[in-house]
C-alpha cells in the first residue's frame, strides 16, 4: 500500500522521538558541525494504513535560499516510504522557493548513500573528520557505524531545484 505522506503535527512527537531514537540514538543530530533538536523540526511523517512509517525532519536556512534534510528514515524497507518522504521534502523546498536542498550522511552508511543517488541526488562534498572533530566534544557519539566502520567523515549530496537535469 503507497504511503500517506502529511506534515508532522503535535501528537506525532512520541513516535518521532522513538524514530530518531532508534536511528540516531539521540534527538539531537549533529550535521555540519551543528547540532539540531530535530524532534522540534518541521517535516513529514509517513502513514502506512494509518500507522507511522518513517519520517523526515527538515531546516530551513535563514533567508530561505537552501534547506537540509537532517533525518530521513523508514520502518518500512523497500515499501517505497523513504522515496516518497524524500520526494515531499524536495516539493516543500522548491514550494518554499529553495534552489538547492542537501544532507549528510556519516561515511560508514553505504546504504543511504546509493539510495540517495538512486533518487537522482548528487555528491557534492567530503567533510573530512568532521565528525571525528565534533567527537571530541560531544564524547558519546558513537565511534563505530553500519558494518563495523569508524565514522569519521560527513558525505554530502544535494539536489538543484531550479534544474531539472539535476
Ligand atoms: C535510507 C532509507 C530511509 C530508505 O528508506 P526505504 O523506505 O527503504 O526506501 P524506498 O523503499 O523508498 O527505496 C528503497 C528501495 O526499495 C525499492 N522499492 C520501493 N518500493 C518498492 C516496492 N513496492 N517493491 C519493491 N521494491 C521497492 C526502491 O526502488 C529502492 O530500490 P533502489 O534503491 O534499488 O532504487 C532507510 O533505509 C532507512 O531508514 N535507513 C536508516 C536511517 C538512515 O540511515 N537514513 C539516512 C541517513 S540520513
Redesign the pocket.
Known amino acids: 500500500m503507497a504511503p500517506v505522506i502529511r506534515p508532522i503535527e503535535p501528537r506525532d512527537l512520541p513516535e518521532i522521538q522513538a524514530e530518531l531514537e532508534t536511528?540516531?540514538h539521540s534527538t539531537q543530530i549533529w550535521s555540519l558541525g551543528r547540532m539540531h533538536q530535530a524532534d522540534a523540526l518541521p517535516g513529514f511523517v509517513?502513514e502506512v494504513n494509518g500507522a507511522f512509517?518513517?519520517l523526515v525532519t527538515l531546516n530551513m536556512d535563514p533567508g530561505g535560499w537552501q534547506c537540509e534534510?537532517?533525518?530521513?528514515?523508514?520502518?518500512?524497507?523497500?515499501?517505497?516510504?523513504?522515496?516518497?518522504?524524500?520526494a515531499a521534502a524536495e516539493r516543500h523546498a522548491r514550494a518554499a522557493g529553495c534552489r538547492r536542498i542537501f544532507?549528510?550522511?556519516?561515511n560508514d552508511?553505504t546504504?543511504?548513500m546509493?539510495?540517495?543517488q538512486?533518487?537522482g541526488w548528487c555528491f557534492c562534498t567530503l567533510h573530512k573528520g568532521i565528525v571525528d572533530r565534533v567527537r571530541t566534544v560531544i564524547t558519546d557519539l558513537p565511534l563505530l557505524g553500519?558494518h563495523g566502520i569508524q565514522v569519521r567523515d560527513e558525505i554530502e549530496f544535494e539536489r538543484w531545484l531550479a534544474d531539472s537535469a539535476n
Not at 544532507?103 to 556519516?106: A, E, P, W
Request: charged content about 10%; glycine content about 12%; cysteine-free.
Open positions: 536511528h540516531w509517513a512509517a518513517g534534510v537532517i533525518t530521513l528514515s523508514s520502518r518500512m524497507p523497500a515499501g517505497g516510504v523513504g522515496a516518497a518522504l524524500l544532507l549528510t550522511t556519516t552508511n546504504h543511504a546509493r539510495f540517495y538512486r533518487q553500519f
